[in-house]
C-alpha cells in the first residue's frame, strides 16, 4: 500500500509508544521471565478502568515477547465467552482482562473457546485437547491465581499452532471439488484421490493418538509429523491452481507459500469487523494520533479522512464493498494491470494471459462458498501468482 507521510508517521509513533510501554526484557535481569509476568497487571480490580499497557507489534524480527503479547491480543478479540444464559456470544477485551483483578474467568473462558475450536475442528484433536482440559479443571479446582492459566494459555496456544493444519479439513474435499469444476483446466488436484488420502490419513491418525501422553517428546513429534501429512494434503489444494507448486518449488530463496499465506492473514486482519482486543492495538493509536479516538473496527481506520488523503492510490484502500482478501485483489490487480498497460514499454500480447486468467478467477470468486476456506485461500493464492 502506497500511503502519505501522516500514516507512516502515526504507525512508526504507534509502535514506538507501544515498545517503550511494553518493553522486551532486560538483558541484564538474568533467568528469562515468562512472557505475561513482564505484563502484570492490578492484583485487584481499580475502582475506575484503566488501560492496559502495551501495543502491538508490526516488526517484521519483533523484540522478545511481543509475538506472544500480539497472539494474546489477537485471542481476546476474537474468542466468546459464555454471556447470561450460557451461549458463547460475549466479547472480550485486553483491557477488560488488565482490568479483572484477581478474577480468572476471563482466563477461564479463553482457554476453554481454544479447546473448544480444537475439538470441533476435527473428532481426531480429542486426544490432544483432552488432558489439556484436564489441567483448566485443576486449575478451577485449586483456585489457581491468573498466572498459572496464563501458563496454560501458552501451551494450550502452542497445540492450537502446531496442529494448524487440521483447521477446516472436513471441507478441504469440497473445496477441491469446487475449484475442479469451476476451474477444471487449471487445477491440478484430484478430489476422489485426495479424499481417499484424507482416509487413510485419519486411520493412521486415531491409532497413533491412542493413549497419547501430551509430556512425552516422542508424542510431540508424533503430532508434528501427522500435522506435516495433512498440511501437505492442504497444500495440494491451495496450491493447485495455473501450477502453483511448481512455481513456488523453482523460488526456493524466498518461501512464497509462508508469504502468501501471512498477506492472507494481514489482509484479513486489516478487513476484520472488531478491533482486535476491542477497541485496541495499532490502529487505536494511529487514530487518535490522527485525531479520531476510537475506531469500531480494523477496516474503518481506512475511512479515517486524513489516511484517505494521504493514500496515493485509491485501491489500496479497503472499502465496505470488500469482504474477503480475493476481494482486494481483485481490485488492485486490474489497477495494476491498467497502468501497465498505459507504459509504453509493457508487452502487451504478455499482459493479455494474464488479464484472461483474472477474469477467470474473477468469476470462480464470485460462486466461492464462505465455508471453504481452502477453495478461497486457492484462488488468493493464485491472484498473488499473476500478480
Not at 476491542?278 to 475511512?303: C, I, M, P, T
Not at 494521504?310 to 491498467?338: F, K, W
Not at 499482459?351 to 485461500?377: N, T
Request: proline content about 5%; hydrophobic content about 40%; overall charge positive.
Amino acid at each position: 500500500m502506497k500511503v502519505g507521510l501522516t500514516q507512516i508517521g502515526a504507525r512508526a509513533l504507534a509502535v514506538l509508544a507501544a515498545c517503550c510501554a511494553f518493553g522486551a526484557p532486560r538483558a541484564d535481569a538474568g533467568e528469562e521471565r515468562p512472557w505475561y509476568e513482564h505484563y502484570t497487571r492490578p492484583s485487584v480490580a481499580p475502582a475506575k478502568p484503566q488501560t492496559a499497557p502495551g501495543g502491538r507489534f508490526f516488526w517484521q524480527r519483533p523484540s522478545a515477547g511481543a509475538h506472544q503479547v500480539e497472539r494474546f491480543i489477537t485471542d481476546l478479540g476474537a474468542c466468546r465467552l459464555p454471556d447470561d444464559t450460557g451461549k458463547l456470544n460475549r466479547r472480550t477485551s485486553i483491557n477488560e482482562w488488565f482490568n479483572a483483578g484477581a478474577s480468572t474467568d476471563i482466563e477461564r473462558g479463553l482457554i476453554a473457546w481454544l479447546l473448544y475450536r480444537m475439538e470441533t475442528e476435527y473428532d481426531g484433536l480429542r486426544a490432544v485437547a483432552a488432558p489439556l482440559r484436564e489441567q483448566l479443571h485443576a486449575l478451577a479446582k485449586n483456585k489457581a491465581g491468573y498466572k498459572q492459566y496464563m501458563k496454560l494459555y501458552d501451551r494450550v496456544r502452542e497445540w492450537c499452532d502446531r496442529l494448524e493444519a487440521f483447521e477446516g479439513r472436513g471441507s478441504l474435499v469440497a473445496s477441491a471439488r469446487f475449484l475442479q469444476k469451476e476451474l477444471p483446466n487449471d487445477f491440478s488436484c484430484d478430489p476422489a484421490q485426495l479424499e481417499a488420502e484424507l482416509a487413510q490419513l485419519h486411520r493412521s491418525w486415531q491409532e497413533k493418538t491412542q493413549g497419547l501422553d501430551l509430556g512425552r517428546p516422542e508424542s510431540a513429534a508424533m503430532l508434528a509429523a501427522g500435522a506435516a501429512d495433512y498440511m501437505k494434503a492442504r497444500d495440494t489444494v491451495r496450491f493447485g491452481l495455473f501450477g502453483l507448486a511448481a512455481y513456488v518449488a523453482r523460488h526456493d530463496v524466498v518461501d512464497l507459500k509462508d508469504e502468501w499465506r501471512r498477506q492472507w492473514d494481514v489482509t484479513s486482519e486489516q478487513m476484520s469487523d472488531y478491533v482486535t482486543g476491542a477497541e485496541y492495538g495499532e490502529w487505536q493509536h494511529a487514530s487518535s494520533l490522527l485525531g479520531r479516538q476510537s475506531v469500531a473496527a480494523n477496516r474503518d481506520v481506512f475511512k479515517i479522512e486524513k489516511i484517505r488523503r494521504g493514500t496515493l492510490c485509491p485501491e489500496a484502500l479497503i472499502d465496505d464493498s470488500m469482504r474477503t482478501p480475493i476481494d482486494v485483489l481483485l481490485v488492485r490487480l486490474p489497477a495494476l494491470a491498467g497502468e501497465l498497460r498505459k507504459n509504453p514499454k509493457t508487452d502487451r500480447a504478455k499482459l493479455k494471459p494474464l488479464e484472461d486468467r483474472l477474469a477467470s478467477i474473477r468469476q470462480a470468486a464470485r460462486k466461492v462458498p464462505e465455508d471453504l476456506p481452502d477453495a478461497r485461500q486457492a484462488l488468493f493464492f493464485a491472484l498473488a501468482l499473476q500478480r
